[in-house]
């Protein structure tokens, strides 16, 4: 093995540059000679060749850094396969760039989206090891994703300062986390931080619940409220739509989630005062958690381990206390969502937590 690549693709998170470090000193360590090429952008550098020999001093003092030296773009993965009107066909291009570089391997950082093109390139032929990085934990197959215990510290920090000033105004307030799809940033932290209300996609609610809610913890003297909304939550009617139906409805109501909503919902069915704070991508920005920096140093170096024996066409992932790897194939494109029944849902509800559903 003389030369790999490595690109970040997706959204950012905590814990690629320390990632991408694991990898790279692991194998500079094992392999004194070998050549990493750093491809800019994700998957827009691998089309356009845009890429440039890495030196090892480039993975110094990175560990606790945020966001990716590599840069990172969305590249749907649903596009791959279409040529759009640049005439650019990404997978050809795609396999000439990693012709060209005479890669061995290709390192590849992201989310769901990111594993499904890792898959799709692996089915061309090319060595493909991924990595699981998302804020969202959403990838199949791995305990945790990098970037996840993070982001949970981060939100939790926010609910925690929301309290006092929840309680001084004695005031509903709804703290709308990131997860469009998947419920778990939003379920840990607020749990963590004590939401009394966890709204997630996975568990549709019902405005009435929350309203009664809010009503019997008026009757016991409660005097605030703490609401945890991901950004993908949503109602029983809206769950009742196609993805397009609600998406549609939403564009027509001017309203990209339903924190707002759900805000003037409750104030209308109980007079109660609200607010809504979004923390958006802050939770993803800056330093990695210690756990995290762990996380980030255990994957990289397992991946470059990978390489080094062979093995290909995998995604790292953590099981229990163990680093492992899942074929491509079998993880690829399969959301991990939070089950009703997870015994994170129970320990919430068994505190108390109103999830609306029920
Ligand atoms: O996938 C990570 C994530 O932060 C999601 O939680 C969120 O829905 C999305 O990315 C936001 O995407 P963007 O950074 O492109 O606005």
Redo the contacts with the bound molecule.
Sequence with gaps: MKTVGILTS????PGLNATIRGVAKALYEARPDISIIGIRDGFYGLIHGECEKMKPSDFSEILTRGGTILGTS?QPHKKMQKIEADHIDKIASMKKTYADLKLDCLFILG??GTHKTANLLRSEGLNIIGLPK???N?IFGTDYTFGFHT?VDIATEVIDRIHTTAASHKRVMLIEI?????GW?TLYSGVAGGADIILIPELPFEPDNIAKALEKRERKSRPYTIIAVA??AMDADEARLKKKERTLMRLERGEATATNRIAAGIHERTGFDTRVVIP??I??GGSPSAYDRVLATRFGTYAASLAIKGVFGVAVALKGDMVTHNKLEDIAGIPKLVPPEHQMVAVARETGVIFGDN
Excluded at 10 to 13: L, P, R, S
Excluded at 178 to 182: E, F, L, Q, V
């Design positions: 997706g959204g950012d998170c969305r989310g769901n998302t804020i969202d959403d982001a990131m997860g469009n799809k998947a940033l950004e993908g958006g991508h939770v993803r």
